[in-house]
């Protein structure tokens, strides 16, 4: 759930020119909301480094608190720091000034599975995939979080869709890989993370923090995963 950042070398897993770019702006312009959103996003997040960027994004809500973007995101990292609690908070504040805001219900999704509550989690997501008119990225995130409902024939129905979809348009890789890995099915789930990885996908930026990959942080070929990106 990663958003645009210094292009170049965010894409290319170059973290040390992303920090030489991060501490330039900073220095140039420590007062920017936008170059301290950036910072958490990019300069901290990636590393696991969520403490500091909860900072940093709270700064940016206390001078500007309807800033949607920079709540959902910290929202998001509520999430990766498995403070369920704060993250549905954040979600839900989002959603009062814009009941409509499709990532807003998909962090509330991801949240409530992170807790198991499926009952809430699987409305939330469908919600998401139907104020975005059915994006593929977003058909992904359902896709997970049905397979982890153990609703294995939605899944595959879904990645079915997703495989007719790619044929017309593009389907980021880390959309099917989190449907196997949902199924448990992880050859194909490290497979596809390969080629997210390979395709620049952002989606697999917050790689140290998804909750749902603790079950498959001792595999070695999670190890490679992260070595690829430069974060080992």
Not at 89 to 102: F, G, I, K, T
Not at 189 to 195: E, G, K, L, P
């Amino acid at each position: 759930m990663a958003a645009s950042t210094p292009k170049i070398a965010f894409l290319d897993y170059d973290w040390s020119e992303v920090e030489r770019e991060m501490a330039l702006a900073l220095q140039l312009n420590p007062a920017s909301l936008l170059v301290r959103f950036r910072h958490a996003i990019s300069g901290l997040m990636p590393f696991g480094r969520l403490d500091e960027a909860v900072s940093e994004l709270e700064t940016v809500l206390d001078l500007d608190p309807l800033n949607l973007e920079a709540r959902r995101w910290l929202g998001l990292m509520h999430w990766w720091r498995r403070d369920y609690d704060r993250a549905i908070e954040q979600a839900e504040r989002v959603l009062a000034v814009d009941p409509n805001y499709p990532t807003a219900h998909v962090l509330i999704g991801v949240t409530r599975c992170a807790q198991r509550k499926f009952d809430e989690a699987i409305p939330a997501l469908r919600k998401c995939v139907e104020l975005s008119s059915g994006a593929p990225v977003w058909l992904g995130w359902l896709g997970l979080g049905v397979a982890q409902s153990g609703n294995d024939v939605e899944a595959r129905d879904l990645l079915a869709r997703l495989h007719a979809k790619a044929g017309q348009t593009y389907v980021p890789a880390s959309t099917f890989a989190w449907i196997h890995l949902g199924l448990g099915e992880l050859d194909e789930a490290f497979a596809w993370m390969n080629r997210a990885i390979d395709q620049r996908d952002p989606m697999m930026t917050p790689i140290k923090s998804y909750p749902f990959f603790d079950p498959i942080r001792a595999d070695p070929r999670f190890a490679a995963l992260l070595r690829k990106m430069n974060l080992a």
